[in-house]
Structures are given as C-alpha cells and as structure tokens.
C-alpha cells in the first residue's frame, strides 16, 4: 500500500474500493508515501491499479520476452501503458504527438488534437485489417504526463477511445498510476523497464497497428 505526499484526497465516498479517484494523477513514486487505501500492483516501473472490474495485461515481445507495455482492460474497452524517459527540461510530449500524427497520415488516418483532463490529446482514426481480413478504423485516444525526468503514455482503446468518460474505470485507472523513474541514467525516450508480478504471465505485444507510434 501506497500513500500521497503532497497530494490531498477527496473525502467523498468511494465505490470502487481499492482505486481512489482524487483527479490530480498519474504520480511520481517521490509523491507516494504510507498509506491512501489504493492496492497498486508493483510492475518495476508503473505501480497500477488492481480495482474490481479491471484487468491487467502484460504485453511481451514474443521473441525477447521483454515487457513493453502494461494494458488495464474492462470489458468493451482498454488503456495501454507505457512509460519512457524524458529530459529535465520537459516538452516530450508536444514532439511526440507531432510524430504520432504524421505516422498515422502516412498510414491513412487521421489525428485530431482536443484538450482534455491531462492537457492535449490526440485522437487517431487508423485503418487496420481485422484477424479475418476484412478493413476496418482502429479508434484511439493518447494522452501524454511528463513528470520528473518520465513521461507516461496513455493510449484508450474501444469505447474509452470512442466516448471518453472522466468517472470510467479506466479513467480512474490512469489517475492512480504511479511512475518509478529510478536514479538509472538513462537517454530521453528510453523504455522505463517493466517486470512481471510473481507467478504473472505475459500476453503478446499490441500489434503496431493499433499503436501507430512510440517516443
């Protein structure tokens, strides 16, 4: 168990009773001290959520076996997760939404930028085959945090992409999020490194169409 630092708590009553939804997150792991009421699962670099009605899904590299990406999965809808380096000064995100966008052009699609609860956000509108070869638009919603020396990617895929909601599960989700940069020297847009849970088993990684970018 997890507490905030500097961060204060709502003292409404909460429904789900292992996620606090206080709309100030993601967090620093430097933000987090004793004791707030939210169970986290302890990835390496992410602490997520564990909120009844919310799955969680590792996605490896099948070749390497390396975890690339934490998705938080309800039912008709998911968030990908994924966390890199960043520098001191900031600004990663505003780079990467510039490549997310022209990535998805070159694809076909379409990227629309809104403002919404984490500042700017990208709406794709991809065109993708599906498992049975018939076309199809993929619907994504990307949102980017930076923190100190980290930036989060948020991906919302399905009806989250489609009709976000503020009070969702996956909403509330992303809030909770804690980010463990570590003191490892490591190059803006690197991976943050994820791990395995005990006795937790790893799915395959999101194919690239789905995920038309990373910084």
Known sequence: MFGRRTRSTSDEPDT?????STGSGPYDSSEIDDDDGVSRV????LLVGAAEGVELRLQADQNTGVVS???VATEG?????RPFAAPKSGGLWDEVRREIAAEAAQQGGTASESVGEHGSELKLQV???TPDGRNAVQVSRIVGVEGPRWFLRGTFLGRAAAEPDPDGLLERAFRDVVV???????PPREAIPLRLP????AGPAVPPAEDPATP
């Open 16 to 20: 789900l009773p292992t996620v606090a």
């Open 127 to 129: 065109p993708v085959k």
């Open 69 to 71: 990406s934490v998705l």
């Open 198 to 201: 005990p006795d937790a088993r």
């Open 180 to 186: 463990v940069r570590g003191q490892l020297a490591m």
């Open 77 to 81: 809808a998911a968030l990908e997760l």
């Open 42 to 45: 302890d990835l390496g670099g």
